[in-house]
């Protein structure tokens, strides 16, 4: 929370990757690895982590240009930012489907062709497709990226309110998840029908906060200062939300004469005992010594690395993750092949985001500049039409 340092903070990074690390885990289902994640631990996973990152990166990279008589630009980045995740999913789509297709006629299973929401693809093509195309079809582990793009078109939005008040985009922001849980209002399936998975309504909340958090470092200020009654309130709060994934206990929607929002653990419209998690384990991380560990291990950690390349990292991911389901199939699965799938998917994509890093540096990189002296010769005759070598300078490699 400590938004007083200058540069950038490796800390978000790195937590950035180790989100992305965890999210890469749990869509391999059934493995042993995935008792490790966050969302073995309380009511939010790592889906809330990534979506909250997600708005205080959104705020460092735009709003400061939408403040700064730079609307129209920093809204036009947004938007390729936008069209740039559209693309990359409906890429990882077209890729999952073709694996898909190829193993279920490799092992003559049939049943494939449905497997993770893939049906309407395969068995109605032009519906299907139409659906992919427009969002309205996601196939599994393929959900979070439709809710991203909801974010970063409505972020010129969002900006323009904050320019004038952060808190009351904020107000705005709540408004519309209450809204959205009061009504069950969400963005429309098609052509399964039914709502989206992770409703964009409701989660441009957490998107919200993080965008709060942004803007507060850009102001160079503690967005939520110390305070000891409040780091033992929030430690609180994480230990009872773990005594109840421990306990798997989940209140019934007729538990409490409140609505079900306040007390329930819904994900698609992420209800406020999981909002309440992420920002708890936000706080008591950035005043502990956890925070600090965070920011010593500094820029090169391959967890630093990976949060700075999350959207091949994210996509890849994906993509290994039901590449790691698929393998199982005709080999039956098993602990070992588990771990050494997960393991080597997560090498995989430290390989990559370090490959695309250093890619980055060596593209960016500014050559140095070397001046060549022509070879002494005997003065020729002047000529009127050619000028003396000299005028031009020296010549640059």
């Given amino acids: 929370m400590d938004a007083t340092r200058r540069g950038r903070l490796n800390e978000i990074d790195t937590v950035r990757g180790l989100a992305l690390a965890m999210i890469f885990i749990d869509h391999v289902p059934g493995n042993p690895l995935e008792n490790i994640t966050i969302r073995n631990f309380g009511f939010a996973d790592a889906t809330e982590i990534f979506v909250f990152l997600a708005g205080l990166a959104a705020a460092l990279a735009y709003f400061r240009k939408f403040t700064a008589d730079r609307p ?123 709502g989206w998975f992770f409703n964009p309504l409701a989660w441009q909340f957490v998107f919200a906060i993080g965008f709060v958090v942004g803007a507060g470092i850009l102001g160079r200020a503690q967005v939520v200062p110390y305070r000891a009654w409040a780091w033992w309130l929030a430690a609180a709060y994480l230990v009872l939300a773990l005594v109840m994934k421990l306990v798997a206990f989940y209140p019934a929607r007729d538990m409490l004469p409140i609505p079900f929002f306040l007390y329930g653990q819904d994900k698609t419209f992420v209800t406020l005992p999981r909002i309440l998690h992420l920002l708890a384990l936000v706080y008591v991380v950035a005043y502990s010594p956890a925070g600090r560990w965070l920011r010593d291990l500094g820029a090169n950690n391959p967890f630093a690395v990976m949060g700075r390349q999350g959207l091949a990292v994210f996509a890849t991911g994906s993509l290994l993750a039901v590449a790691a389901q698929l393998v199982r199939v005709p080999l039956g699965g098993g602990v070992v092949l588990d771990v050494v799938l997960v393991s080597a998917g997560l090498v995989i994509l430290v390989l990559l985001a370090g490959g695309l890093e250093w890619l980055k540096r060596s593209t960016t990189q500014t050559p140095a500049r070397t001046t060549v002296t022509p070879a002494r010769t005997a003065p020729a005759a002047p000529s009127a039409a050619v000028p003396p070598a000299k005028a031009f300078g020296p010549v640059r490699a």
């Fill in 72 to 194: 129209w630009l920093a809204s036009a980045k947004a938007a390729k930012r936008g069209f740039d995740l559209y693309l990359v999913h409906v890429f990882c789509i077209a890729v999952v489907a073709a694996l898909v297709a190829w193993m279920a006629g490799a092992t003559a299973d049939p049943e494939l062709y449905s497997w993770i929401n893939l049906g309407p693809i395969f068995n109605d093509p032009a519906a299907g497709l139409m659906g992919v195309v427009t969002l309205g079809h996601q196939p599994g582990y393929f959900n979070i990226l439709p809710m991203y793009i909801c974010f970063m078109l409505a972020l010129p939005v969002m900006m323009l309110i904050a320019r004038a008040s952060v808190g009351a985009m904020l107000v705005a922001s709540a408004t519309v998840w209450v809204v959205a849980n009061m009504t069950g209002m969400n963005a429309p399936q098609w052509p399964n029908g039914g």
